[in-house]
C-alpha cells in the first residue's frame, strides 16, 4: 500500500526570503546629473520615501553612489515604472572598487514600455562583489531619442 497524506495548497509555495537591505542613507553619498523637484533621488533609494526619483531633463542620466568604505553586495533590485508612454529604455549598472578610477560592467539592459500593458520592469541580480566604493546606475530613457525623462522607482542593494 503507497504511503500518503493529504496537503493542503497554502503551505506548497515556498517564498524566497527578503535580505536585509542596506542602508545606503547612512552608507553613501549620491551623485546624479538631475532630479525633478517633486521626485528627489531619497524617493528611490530610501524606504517609504515616496514615488521614486525622476530627472528633471530629457535624456541620459546617470545615479552614482559613492561609498564610505567600500561595501560587499550580494543582491541588487532596480524597479522601473512608466504608464504614460511607449518607449525602450536602456541602462547600464557598473561598479568600481578603486573610487571610480575605473569600472566594470554588471549589466546593459533594454526594456519595452507599452501602457497599459506592460508599465514595470523589475530587475533583480544575484551578485558576488568585494570591496565596491562606487556603484553606476546610466539611463536612457528613450533610446529612439525621444523626449522622455528617466526615473527610477526603486534601487536596494543586499
Known sequence: MMRKRKIG???QVASPTEPQWLDLESLAQVEITSEAAAHPIESALLPAAGTGWQAAD???Q???LLFDAP???SRIRLLFNE?????TQEFVLRWSADGGQSYRDL???QYNFSPPDSTREVEDYTVHLDQVTTLEL???PDISGGDACASLARLQLA
Open 138 to 140: 546610466t539611463i536612457i
Open 58 to 60: 530629457p535624456g541620459e
Open 62 to 64: 546617470t545615479i552614482r
Open 9 to 11: 495548497h497554502e503551505g
Open 83 to 87: 504608464a504614460q508612454r511607449v518607449r
Open 107 to 109: 549589466v546593459r539592459q
Open 71 to 73: 561595501v560587499r553586495l
